[in-house]
């Protein structure tokens, strides 16, 4: 059972335009989502995180919008770049135990 | 710094052999996590240790693997009589406590023909 839901799979953005990737989860027990963006060849590294007392949170060009009625938080990738192209990967977390991962968003930023 | 290692970087196995991959942590960092990251696919939590507390091996998905730490220091993730479903890229991540910043080593590509 897939515990955090991921989507798009695949995206492809304009440069300068703005990336979203969605995900959903149900175990109103996480207190924790990451995001990791992954290079080819490379292990995850930490983009951005959030936790469920604020709805959303900027790092620059990024951007964490959370909704917890909803159950769901976004990447927002603003002024998209090509060496943003990479596989994103949403997570969640209780109290930094196991973390769940969805399934991955490969986005491609054409010039 | 030095961030977190894995070793090898690639392994080529032919199936039934058993393998041993092996990570090591930041420095101080107590929480240490393993997963499994299929191609194309998302990661796939393995085991968690955090200091000297039993392992969270939930993850585990048969009685062929099996990992180890000693104390705060290097894991071993052994995989006994692999199967071609074993081939896949095991990652390792450690935090200073309890998850929240995790980091991740570059991984082990593990191949068996």
């Known amino acids: 059972q897939q515990q955090v839901k991921q989507s798009p799979q695949s995206l492809i953005v304009q440069k300068g335009g703005i990336s979203i990737i969605n995900c959903a989860y149900e175990?109103?027990?996480?207190?924790?989502f990451p995001w990791y963006q992954q290079f080819p060849g490379k292990g995850p590294a930490l983009l951005i995180a959030?936790?469920?007392?604020?709805s959303e949170k900027k790092e620059g060009r990024f951007t964490i919008s959370f909704n917890k009625s909803a159950k769901q938080f976004s990447l927002h990738i603003m002024d998209s770049q090509p060496g943003d192209s990479a596989t994103y990967f949403c997570?969640?977390?209780?109290?930094?135990?196991?973390?769940?991962f969805g399934t991955g968003t490969s986005l491609t930023v054409i010039p | 710094g030095a961030g977190v290692s894995q070793s090898p970087s690639n392994k080529v196995t032919e199936k039934g052999k058993d393998v041993e991959l092996r990570c090591d942590p930041i420095?101080?960092?107590?929480?240490l996590y393993w997963y499994r990251q299929r191609l194309g696919q998302g990661l796939e939590f393995l085991i968690y240790?955090?200091?000297?507390?039993?392992?969270?091996k939930s993850g585990l998905p048969s009685d062929r693997f099996s990992a180890e730490r000693t104390g705060e220091s290097v894991s071993t993730l052994t995989i006994q009589r692999t199967q071609q479903e074993d081939s896949a890229v095991y990652l390792c991540?450690?935090?200073?406590?309890?998850?929240?910043?995790?980091?991740f080593g570059p991984g082990t590509r593990l191949t068996v023909t």
């Open positions: 997570a969640a977390s209780i109290s930094g135990n196991q973390f769940y």
């Open positions: 420095s101080g960092h107590t929480a």
């Open positions: 240790f955090q200091g000297n507390s039993a392992p969270d």
């Open positions: 991540a450690s935090s200073f406590h309890r998850g929240f910043k995790s980091y």
């Open positions: 959030i936790r469920p007392d604020v």
């Open positions: 175990n109103t027990a996480f207190d924790y």
